[in-house]
């Protein structure tokens, strides 16, 4: 398998632009996770989905952040408008249930700069 | 607020020494993860240890969990230079469909050649 894929790699916006990070999962993992990591505040989980349903989204910072996941292969993460303060490196990763597993797979991370 | 603080935040060593690394967390749990970043890329898990267990080995890695005193450490025996990386312990309070993991910032790990 090719692991939790994640688009872009790399972005740089201006402040006010709409971002969009999308993430592919592994195949067959009904767990999705969206994190952000800083210095400053570390690791941070933003939101996670269960077959698809958002589950929990207590972790995300304001309106201006949306993430959606139309199908079991495929979620967006969306900031807008974009500020400075959402720089960061953007992970999403996926679990699988069965047989109680509880390990995450980790994406490459996106790292967002917005000037 | 951050549910596992590591200890130290840095630690050098020489190659073949052992890196000792340790979490403390505040919740009781339902397991808790060690993982490892390297730099520019994502985390890998390392290991589990759940909370009815007190020690687990995988190789070079040796975790231990006290419930007792909410605090867990990792091992990294005969180290190596590739072992540098951060390493961040993550906790679950519970499983199932609400099962998410909290990270604590990290350690960082340099290994000296």
């Known amino acids: 398998d090719a692991g939790v894929i994640q688009s872009p790699r790399h972005e740089v916006t201006e402040m006010g632009q709409e971002v969009t990070l999308r993430c592919k999962p592994i195949s067959g993992h009904d767990y999705l996770f969206w994190y952000r990591q800083t210095m400053m505040r570390g690791l941070e989980l933003l939101i996670y989905?269960?077959?698809?349903?958002?589950?929990?989204d207590s972790g995300m910072p304001e309106d201006r952040f949306s993430a959606k996941m139309p199908n079991a292969s495929f979620s967006t993460l969306k900031i807008q408008p974009s500020e400075p303060r959402d720089s960061a490196v953007y992970f999403c990763?996926?679990?699988?249930?069965?047989?109680?597993?509880?390990?995450?797979?980790f994406g490459p991370g996106t790292r967002l700069l917005v000037l | 607020s951050q549910q596992g603080e590591e200890d130290p935040q840095a630690l050098s060593i020489q190659e073949g020494e052992n890196a000792t690394m340790n979490c403390s967390y505040k919740?009781?749990?339902?397991?808790l993860q060690w993982y490892r970043q390297n730099s520019g890329r994502g985390l890998v898990h390392l290991i589990l240890i759940r909370s009815n267990e007190r020690e687990k080995h995988s190789g070079r890695l040796r975790v231990t969990l006290d419930t007792s005193k909410k605090s867990s450490s990792l091992l990294i025996t005969a180290s190596r230079a590739a072992d540098t990386a951060s390493y961040f312990c993550?906790?679950?309070?519970?499983?199932?469909?609400?099962?998410?993991?909290?990270f604590g910032k990290g350690i960082t790990l340099s290994v000296r050649p």
């Open positions: 919740t009781s749990i339902n397991n």
């Open positions: 993550a906790t679950a309070t519970h499983t199932g469909a609400n099962s998410k993991l909290t």
């Open positions: 989905f269960n077959n698809n349903v958002p589950i929990d």
């Open positions: 990763a996926s679990k699988s249930s069965s047989g109680h597993q509880e390990t995450q797979y």
